[in-house]
């Protein structure tokens, strides 16, 4: 049973949209995290969390942004969808105060963009 | 090369059989987790480890930290077990959640 939800789980748009990515947990988890991963290939950090006002940048530059004005809500955005950001975004999330515990993921949002 | 290496890429088995999916990773980690990823896409967390062994039902995971390798191994596999496998390292001194994933292991059980 899931207790951090993503929507919508697919979503086909044209070039030039404004698109947001829904991602919300119930389990009052602090640390949230946003992967992308494309085809075969493997997941890489995009943005995260810490909590409430908290954003950050991970590894992989991506042109979206994201935001963290509820602790249980963490909305990715692309301003201008373009065809080189299809791919699948996943959500996690993780409670504060143990450096490794389990990451919970998302069913996770596969873009594609016309 | 990339620093968390899965092999084999693709296995098939047939049901019953005992599996084994290995990882060698080329970085100090402060913890090493083996993740399921279903067709569908939603991954969920089988282990996180940081030594020696665990075990939860079926699904058995092992580290050596010397050898920076870690094994995933399921017994009696079922069709049910088909799903991509993936390891993921924790960098020493990173940040959690910037794990390094390795590209998965696509199992196919077939009954």
């Known amino acids: 049973e899931a207790d951090i939800y993503q929507t919508p789980r697919y979503l086909v748009i044209g070039t030039g949209k404004k698109i947001t990515l829904e991602c919300s947990q119930t389990?009052?988890?602090?640390?949230m995290y946003w992967y992308q991963q494309d085809p075969g290939m493997e997941l890489h950090l995009i943005h995260y969390?810490?909590?409430?006002?908290?954003?950050e940048k991970g590894d992989l530059s991506s042109e979206s942004t994201v935001s963290r004005i509820r602790t249980e809500h963490f909305p990715l955005t692309l301003e201008s969808a373009r065809p080189s950001h299809t791919s699948q975004y996943l959500c996690?999330?993780?409670?504060?105060?143990?450096?490794?515990?389990?990451?919970?993921f998302g069913n996770g949002t596969r873009l594609t963009v016309t | 090369k990339n620093e968390v290496e899965q092999s084999p890429q693709n296995l098939t088995a047939q049901e019953g059989e005992f599996i084994t999916i290995n990882c060698s990773y080329s970085v100090g980690i402060s913890a090493l987790h083996w993740l399921q990823q279903h067709p569908g896409g939603g991954i969920v967390s089988l282990f996180m480890l940081s030594s020696g062994k665990k075990k939860h039902g079926r699904l058995i995971a092992t580290i050596n930290i010397q050898e920076k390798h870690s094994s995933l191994h399921i017994t009696a596999s079922h069709p049910r077990d088909s799903a991509v496998y993936i390891c993921a390292v924790g960098p020493r001194g990173g940040s959690q959640g910037n794990l390094i994933f390795g590209k998965g292991t696509k199992l196919s059980v077939k009954p």
């Open positions: 996690a999330s993780s409670p504060w105060g143990e450096v490794n515990s389990p990451l919970h």
């Open positions: 969390s810490y909590g409430v006002n908290s954003t």
């Open positions: 389990m009052g988890h602090d640390k």
